[in-house]
């Protein structure tokens, strides 16, 4: 029969109330030898109700009684000392200066002594009465090497000795660093290093068949090559769940998982300012446009960390939205969420969500985002991409908004495409707004995410699962790789540390090969590249780029307080100019106009674009100032023709 909380908490105080009586006692006896005067007898029967009161409310005060003995943790001892000691000032303040129970000093501090060793000890036999069972299941797992001795894998064994149905265990450990070699974690030797040798002895010592890796933080390039060395001895590899899975209580810290390719992209963890993040959110009002897609709905995640006023989700997605809201609901019980079923192009839709919404920040993401889809529809690209833009930000304007951030891609860069033309276009009019309004609007651009909608990598898992070929453009193709947490982490803390007008640029490391993306997919899943499963090679599509750029050198940007990101160069548009040019554009594609007129008029206005091969219009090109500057006479090609 289940113990309630309650009856488990008046057991707990009347255990620890007989315990510390007894060590009262027990100072007693040690400072007179066990000879104790009556004198000091009457005084203690008199101080002995007060020590008890005393004792109990500062344990109450500091949780001590609410929390679960059987986890107690280092934390939890330090707070039963703190408790113990501000109890005994209490205790020694009332006795001498209140009702004149005089005892010898000695014995105050015996006491204390005596009563954290007792209250340790309740502690301490709590936790080793359920050590055994714990430690029978285990033994029936299948033996696994581990592969770290940090805290990861401290906390890994750690939650295996808890857990009623451990799925491996630990027969070894095995960590690079040589400072742990020969020291012992949870009673379980630790060897050195991670190599083929020491794998192959442990195997053949504890007939494991399988390896966990425990190192969270390890760079991608250590994740090969532990993958690597596990196959080439036969030892199957798992990882523990990310943080973010942890955290959101998706998993525990034993549910095992499978290498992902993320683990082998992985880079340093991202450092936030939590402290500008509070500053910038707590307490805010916050509208995200494209608020159920891959990067929108992640930002809304890491939002609502910081316990916005409310968060307003804006997307014409209805079944997204409505599913993310129920991951809201489940994960942030207390946080306010308004759903928004709307486009970004609706002027009184947009201009009406405001007013009920009344954003202190915007995040937009709302974007057409694939490139080749865009070279087919690039009228839809200017309306989603540029008009939906200026729409999205005029009205953070007028609403006097604090800050407004857009989503921007490193295709903006030089572009090829329709659709990086149309966001390096939204760049320019949402930085011409910053010097007319005292809205700070920014930009973010950063590569390709791992694992968004339509991206790269879950193509090539749909293509492996049908048991090939993967697709890849062409041999030499290379792409910018993050994560969406860390992108999205990335654009919040660009957002936080704006002052307006900046396009911030994010470090995406270093370029990716996608064949080699490909291979590694191929290998995670257990078959081999070029034999199981066949790489073809289909050809560069319109508007693709061999590999993107993303002006990182110190020449072309300047750095931030933070070392992942960094501002680029750029000179800010005219507002009216930019104003004019948007209009015309409008006016164009509300003509239907055909597809070449459309893109003619994208690459007049952005100098540095060259779309489907084809160079802006030789009036441009003979004003065309040097990439990455942009001049307020950028448009000036398409003004001439249109107004």
């Not at 001498?96 to 060793?117: C, N, T």
């Not at 399988?210 to 596990?230: D, F, H």
């Not at 800010?572 to 070449?596: F, I, T, W, Y």
């Amino acid at each position: 029969m289940a113990i309630s909380p309650q009856a488990r908490r008046v057991t707990a105080i009347v255990v620890h109330g007989a315990l510390w009586g007894a060590a009262f006692g027990t100072a007693l006896l040690l400072r007179f030898d066990a000879n104790v005067p009556s004198w000091v007898v009457a005084n203690a029967a008199r101080a002995l109700p007060l020590l008890l009161l005393v004792r109990c409310v500062t344990f109450w005060h500091a949780g001590l009684f609410r929390s679960l003995l059987r986890y107690t943790g280092v934390a939890d001892l330090l707070q039963l000392v703190r408790a113990t000691a501000f109890g005994s000032v209490l205790f020694v303040a009332s006795g001498l200066l209140v009702h004149r129970m005089a005892l010898p000093r000695s014995i105050y501090v015996l006491e204390f002594i005596l009563a954290v060793a007792v209250a340790t000890a309740v502690r301490l036999a709590v936790r080793l009465r359920t050590a055994p069972r714990r430690g029978r299941v285990t033994a029936d797992a299948p033996p696994a090497i581990l592969l770290g001795a940090g805290n990861a894998g401290d906390l890994f064994l750690r939650d295996l000795e808890r857990s009623s149905a451990p799925p491996v265990r630990v027969a070894a450990v095995l960590d690079d660093d040589p400072g742990k070699h020969g020291s012992s974690l949870h009673g379980i030797t630790v060897h050195g290093g991670i190599a083929r040798d020491e794998l192959v002895r442990l195997m053949e010592d504890t007939a494991a068949t399988r390896a966990i890796l425990a190192m969270p933080t390890a760079p991608g390039v250590r994740t090969r090559e532990i993958l690597a060395l596990c196959r080439s001895v036969g030892l199957s590899l798992k990882t523990l769940p990310s943080l973010q899975q942890i955290a959101s209580g998706e998993v525990n810290l034993s549910s095992l998982r499978d290498v992902a390719i993320e683990d082998l992209l992985r880079r340093q963890p991202v450092e936030l300012d939590q402290t500008l993040l509070n500053g910038f959110l707590r307490g805010r009002r916050v509208l995200v446009t494209g608020g159920a897609g891959s990067i929108g709905s992640e930002l809304v995640r890491q939002i609502a960390r910081f316990e916005p006023e409310a968060i307003a989700l804006f997307d014409h997605n209805e079944n997204a939205l409505f599913f993310l809201e129920r991951e809201l609901r489940e994960l942030f019980p207390a946080l306010s969420v308004k759903l928004v079923v709307a486009d970004v192009r609706d002027h009184n839709r947009v201009r009406q969500v405001f007013r009920d919404v009344r954003p202190s920040v915007v995040y937009h993401a709302a974007a057409h985002k694939h490139v080749p889809l865009m070279e087919l529809n690039p009228d839809e690209a200017v309306r989603n991409n540029i008009i939906g833009t200026r729409v999205i930000a005029d009205a953070a304007a007028a609403h006097g908004c604090e800050a407004f951030v857009l989503i921007s891609t490193d295709k903006a860069v030089n572009p090829t495409s329709v659709m990086g033309t149309t966001k390096r276009i939204a760049e320019m009019y949402v930085q011409s707004l910053s010097s007319k309004y005292s809205t700070r609007f920014v930009a973010v651009r950063f590569g390709n995410v791992l694992g968004s909608a339509g991206s790269v990598v879950p193509i090539f898992r749909a293509q492996i699962a049908a048991g090939g070929p993967v697709c890849v453009t062409h041999p030499e193709m290379r792409r910018y790789f993050m994560t969406i947490p860390e992108a999205c982490q990335l654009v919040l803390q660009a957002g936080a540390i704006a002052a307006g007008g900046e396009i911030f640029i994010l470090d995406m490391g270093e370029l990716v090969k996608i064949v080699d993306l490909a291979r590694d997919m191929i290998s995670l899943s257990g078959l081999r590249p070029d034999l199981d499963i066949e790489i073809e090679y289909t050809g560069m599509r319109p508007g693709e780029k061999l590999y993107e750029e993303l002006m990182l050198d110190a020449e072309a940007t300047t750095t931030t307080p933070h070392p992942k990101i960094r501002v680029a160069k750029i000179a800010q548009a005219e507002h009216e100019k930019m104003v004019q040019v948007v209009d015309s554009l409008e006016r164009l594609v509300a003509q239907v106009a055909d597809q070449g007129t459309v893109r003619a008029a994208l690459s007049d206005i952005v100098p540095e674009a060259t779309l489907q091969g084809r160079p802006a219009a030789p009036e441009v090109q003979a004003a065309r100032p040097s990439a990455p500057q942009i001049t307020q006479e950028a448009g000036a090609g398409l003004l001439a023709r249109t107004m």
